[in-house]
């Protein structure tokens, strides 16, 4: 099993930024790839980002140029740098890890806790 804890959310004001961290514990060497994802209140959960351990990375459309996904490989953390955050980023991001990218993508096994960012106007 693996075990995914997520922190670093809190309040910001629009235009402002936020780094989210996750650690993951356990069965780690099954992980290859892990993201974030992120549920507004009355939207379906959303990938935001996603890397593997070789380094290829996957963002929505959304927060490209925005948001920055990076990971430590041999520990298996991985960190969401957001800049110029917008009250439409506001959600809970959640911590994701699977096997593969693909997998990451479409059924992630591993999911951590959520973290409110809430972004205000």
């Known amino acids: 099993q693996v075990q995914l804890v997520e922190s670093g959310g809190g309040l910001v004001q629009a235009g402002g930024s936020l780094r989210l961290s996750c650690a993951a514990s356990?069965?780690?060497?099954?992980?290859?790839?892990m993201g974030w994802y992120r549920q507004a209140p009355g939207k379906q959960r959303e990938l935001v980002a996603g890397?593997?351990?070789?380094?290829?990375?996957n963002y929505a459309d959304s927060v490209k140029g925005r948001f920055t996904i990076s990971g430590d490989n041999v520990k298996k953390m991985a960190f969401l740098q957001m800049d110029s955050l917008r009250p439409e980023d506001t959600a809970v991001y959640y911590c994701?890890?699977?096997?593969?990218?693909?997998?990451?993508?479409?059924?992630?096994?591993?999911w951590g806790q959520g973290t409110q960012v809430t972004v205000s106007p």
């Open positions: 356990g069965n780690i060497f099954s992980i290859n790839a």
């Open positions: 890397l593997t351990s070789y380094g290829s990375k």
């Open positions: 994701a890890a699977a096997t593969n990218m693909g997998l990451l993508i479409t059924t992630p096994r591993y």
